[in-house]
């Protein structure tokens, strides 16, 4: 299980609501995407980061590919940095579920 995590900085200019409505424009585009698990959108202010759950790294590396990089900058004028890192386990208490990933 892969965590994936997309970083950039607020483009110039993006209020809250902004970004709430760019996040809302991509709902179907990610939801139609079968390898994704789960999306969750995140800021700290300065800097919005979208954190995924993928089956793997290929899924994710397909799902942000060069074309997706370039329709995003296109998009919020600014660059995105992408990180990887391996699951291993996920305590989840809404589900009362542990699960640990080999």
């Known amino acids: 299980m892969i965590m994936e995590l997309v970083e950039f900085d607020r483009p110039n200019g993006f209020t809250d609501a902004d970004l709430l409505d760019d996040a809302r424009g991509t709902v ?20 919005v980061m979208g954190v995924y759950v993928w089956p793997s790294r290929a899924a994710a590396e397909v799902a942000h590919d060069a074309a997706w990089v370039a329709r995003f900058r296109e998009r919020t004028g600014v660059e995105p940095r992408i990180r990887y890192f391996d699951m291993f386990m996920v305590i989840d208490n809404v589900a009362g579920e542990v699960t640990e990933y080999a």
Do not use: E, V
């Open 28 to 47: 179907d585009h990610w939801r139609a995407n079968p390898d994704l698990i789960r999306k969750h959108f995140i800021t700290d202010g300065p800097t």
